[in-house]
C-alpha cells in the first residue's frame, strides 16, 4: 500500500506523519466504515451495520476517485480524504453515510459487496439497480437487503463483477479471495453531496438515506459539537485514545431492548465481551464517566450465574470465561478507590448495595473454592482464558494459569474494602487470602521464573497482568528480575510484545503475533 500524509487535527492541534493510510469510524450504533486507499487490502473494509442478528453485514465495499490519493486528515468527528486540490468527506451517522466531494471533474466509483463479514459463500449473488424518484435503489435479492443512494443526477449503471485479491487477508492466511460488484460511476462536476442508507426494506433504506438527508447540518453540527465535549484534553494523542474509545460505546436497540456497552475491537470483534469491557471500563472511570460505569458494574453483577461467573460475552457463546469475574471484582474495587478519593462513595453507592456486592463477592468465594480449586489452586477449562488459541489443536490453556489466580485474590482486596464500609470483620477472609497467596507463591513462582501456567515454563505476558491484578503476590525486587527474564523473551524489534517466547514452536514471526 502506497504511504501518504496522515494527519490528525482537533481544533488547534494536529500532527502529521507518513504511512500506509487508512481510517475506520463508527456510528456508535453497531455500524462502521473503514476505508483506504483506491483499494482495500481486506475484505473486512467497507460500509458495515449491525442486522438484528449480530451479524456484521456489509453493503458497500468501496467508494472512491479515479485520482491517486494524497492525504488523509482525522477531524474525530469526520474524516476528509485529499487528492492534491480535490478532497472527499465521510460523516456517518446512525441512519447513513454522508459522502461529499469537492473540487472535482471526473468519476466517482461505488462497489458494493452485501454479505456477513464472515459469511463466504457465494452462490445465487444477484443485483438489481433502479432508480425512484431521485433515489438508487441496489437491492440484494439473496438477503433481501436495499442500499439507497440520494443526491446523485448524472450516472452510469456498471453492473460488473470484478475479481478482488486482498493483500492484508492473504497475510493472515485467511480467504483473501472475492469478487465484488462494481455497479455506478456517478458523474461529479465539480462537487457532490451523497446520502447512503442500507436497510432491510426498500422502504426502511429510502426514509433513512431521506432523514439523513434533511437533519445533514444538524447531525454534522451535533458531532462535531459531541467530540469537542468528549475530547477536552491538551494532549492530542490523549484526545485520540479517547475518542477511539467512546467510538467502540454502542448504543443497540431502542426502549426496553436498549444495550449499552463497549465493542471488544472494530472490525473483528462486534460483540461485547465481559473481559474487554471490563478492563476498558478503567479508562471510563479516569475520564470520571461515574454514571456508566456504575450502570455496566452493577450488570455484570447481576449476571453473575449459578457457577460463579459472568458470560462470556454478549450475545452469549459456548466458551465460559475464567477471567471476566476476577476482572469485574477488580474494576469494583477500582471504582470504590477512585470514589473515596473522590469524596462521592455515598453518592453512588447506598449501604443496600454494597451489601449486595458483598453477597455476590462471597457467593463467588464459595463456588470457585468449590467447583474451579484444587490444593488451594484455582484451574480452568480448555479456552476460558484470554491468548489461548489452538494451533494444530494444541495450547488452549487448560490448567492453572497465573492471572486467574492473581484476579482470584482480587475477590479479597475488594472484600476488604466492602468490610471496611459495612463495620464488618475481614479477620476470616484475611486468613483465606494468606493462604491462598502463600501457596500460589510457592507453586508458580520457581528458581526467578513466574510460570505463566502450572507446569508449562513457556513465558507469556501474562505474568504482567498477574503484576497488574494482585502486585502483593512478589516483593518488588522478585518482579524485576521476572519482567527482565520476560522482557528478553517476549520483546519485538518493531515494539511491543509477542504473546508467546519468541523461541517457542507455536511463535510465527510471519503472522505477526503481536500484544501492543
Known amino acids: 500500500m502506497k504511504r501518504m500524509r496522515i494527519v490528525h487535527k482537533l481544533g488547534h492541534q494536529a500532527q502529521k506523519k507518513e504511512s500506509e493510510g487508512y481510517f475506520l469510524i463508527t456510528d456508535r450504533t453497531g455500524g462502521f ?64 453515510l454522508i459522502y461529499g466531494v469537492k473540487h472535482y471533474v471526473g468519476n ?7 454479505r456477513e463479514m464472515f459469511n463466504f459463500n457465494d452462490n445465487n449473488r444477484y443485483y438489481s439497480i433502479d432508480k425512484k424518484n431521485s433515489i438508487i435503489i441496489i437491492h440484494f435479492k439473496k438477503h433481501q437487503k436495499f442500499l439507497a443512494i440520494k443526491g446523485l ?70 458531532m462535531q459539537l459531541k467530540t469537542k465535549s468528549i475530547c477536552r484534553r491538551k494532549d492530542l494523542s490523549v484526545n485520540a485514545a479517547i475518542n477511539s474509545l467512546d467510538s467502540l460505546r454502542t448504543i443497540i436497540g431502542k426502549g426496553e431492548n436498549k444495550i449499552e456497552g463497549v465493542f471488544a475491537g472494530l472490525p473483528w470483534f462486534h460483540q461485547f465481551w465481559a473481559r474487554d469491557e471490563l478492563i476498558s471500563i478503567k479508562s471510563f472511570m479516569i475520564e470520571e464517566k461515574f454514571d456508566f460505569v456504575k450502570k455496566k458494574l452493577m450488570k455484570y453483577l447481576e449476571a453473575i450465574d449459578e457457577t460463579g461467573r459472568i458470560p462470556n460475552r454478549l450475545p452469549n457463546s459456548n466458551l465460559s470465561s475464567a477471567d471476566s469475574i476476577g476482572w469485574l471484582f477488580k474494576r469494583l474495587y477500582d471504582f470504590m478507590l477512585i470514589l473515596e478519593e473522590k469524596e462521592c462513595l455515598k453518592s453512588y453507592f447506598s449501604k443496600e448495595e454494597l451489601r449486595k ?28 482464558t484470554w491468548m489461548d488459541t489452538l494451533v494444530e489443536g494444541e495450547d488452549g490453556r487448560k490448567g492453572a494459569c497465573i492471572e486467574i489466580q492473581t484476579l482470584f485474590m482480587s475477590f479479597f482486596k475488594l472484600m476488604k474494602v466492602l468490610c471496611e464500609h459495612l463495620n464488618l ?89 503481536i500484544t501492543t
Open 33 to 96: 466504515l473503514s476505508l483506504g486507499s483506491s483499494q482495500n487490502i481486506t475484505h473486512m473494509q467497507g460500509l458495515f451495520c449491525l442486522d438484528n442478528n449480530w451479524n456484521m453485514y456489509k453493503s458497500v465495499e468501496n467508494i472512491y476517485l479515479d485520482k491517486e490519493i494524497t492525504e488523509i486528515e482525522n477531524h474525530f468527528y469526520k474524516v476528509i480524504r485529499k487528492y492534491d486540490n480535490t478532497e472527499e468527506s465521510f460523516f456517518l451517522t446512525a441512519d447513513g
Open 108 to 114: 466517482i466509483n461505488l462497489d458494493v459487496d452485501f
Open 153 to 222: 443526477k448524472d450516472y452510469e449503471f456498471i453492473k460488473q463483477w470484478d475479481k478482488k485479491e486482498y493483500h492484508y487477508d492473504k497475510l493472515r492466511n485467511t480467504k483473501s479471495e472475492f469478487y465484488i460488484y462494481k455497479a455506478l460511476k456517478i458523474k461529479c462536476h465539480g462537487s457532490i453531496e451523497l446520502f447512503i442508507s442500507f436497510g432491510d426494506t426498500e422502504k426502511e433504506a429510502i426514509k433513512k438515506s431521506e432523514m439523513t438527508y434533511m437533519n445533514r447540518k444538524i447531525l454534522k453540527e451535533a
Open 357 to 384: 456486592i458483598k453477597h455476590k463477592l462471597h457467593f463467588c468465594i464459595e463456588e470457585h473454592m468449590v467447583r474451579y480449586m484444587e490444593d488451594h489452586i484455582i484451574y480452568n477449562d480448555s479456552k476460558e
Open 425 to 513: 470483620t475481614y479477620y476470616g477472609y484475611g486468613s483465606l487470602e494468606k493462604i491462598f497467596s502463600k501457596k500460589i507463591k510457592q507453586t508458580f513462582f520457581q528458581q526467578g521464573n513466574l510460570m505463566d501456567r502450572l507446569g508449562d515454563s513457556t513465558i507469556r505476558p501474562n505474568i504482567f497482568i498477574a503484576y497488574y491484578t494482585y502486585p502483593e503476590l512478589l516483593w518488588k525486587h522478585e518482579w524485576k528480575i521476572v519482567f527482565n527474564k520476560a522482557l528478553r523473551a517476549l520483546w519485538l524489534e518493531w515494539g511491543g510484545l509477542s504473546s508467546i517466547d519468541k523461541k517457542d514452536k507455536l511463535f510465527n514471526l510471519n503472522t505477526q503475533d
